[in-house]
């Protein structure tokens, strides 16, 4: 596992008026947003991005609604896939990625009925895809 630093700043620190020349600020070190790069001896790789509580609960959200309207990959269903049996830790599951992107093979009036029932907006998600895809890591 790598801890990796990232160019972006979070959803909650952006600013939709802000100028792009003035986007070239440092994000603050307190709340800076890290990635964990995780490779196995099998050569698979995986990108894991902490979220703070808001960003997760939309994300779930979204997930859930997502996972119930598109069509599951060769059958498997994706909510046995993700459990996660807590024991008692109160662990929360992994938001899907992969998953989440798959909304925009909805039509954009579907696309805008599915962000509402999750309580997200377009570019509240497309601010969070950009961050849990890694985008912040062009360094690499």
């Given amino acids: ?27 603050s070190i307190t709340s800076a947003l890290n990635h964990v790069l995780i490779t196995t001896q099998t ?13 997760y609960r939309r994300l779930s959200a979204l997930q859930t609604t997502l996972s119930s309207i598109l069509e599951h990959s060769a059958g498997l269903n994706p909510r046995a896939y993700r459990s996660v049996e807590s024991e008692g830790l109160g662990a929360r599951g992994i938001v899907d990625g992969d998953l989440i992107t798959r909304i925009y093979e909805l039509g954009a009036g579907k696309r805008l009925e599915v962000l509402g ?3 997200a907006e377009v570019w509240g ?9 890694g985008e912040g890591l062009g360094y690499l």
């Fill in 1 to 27: 596992m790598t801890l990796l630093p990232s160019t972006l700043s979070p959803f909650a620190e952006q600013n939709p008026d802000e100028d792009m020349a003035d986007s070239d600020n440092e994000p």
């Fill in 43 to 55: 050569g698979s790789i995986a990108l894991l991005t902490p979220l703070d509580e808001a960003t």
């Fill in 117 to 119: 029932r999750a309580g």
């Fill in 125 to 133: 998600m497309r601010s969070d895809l950009e961050i849990i895809a």
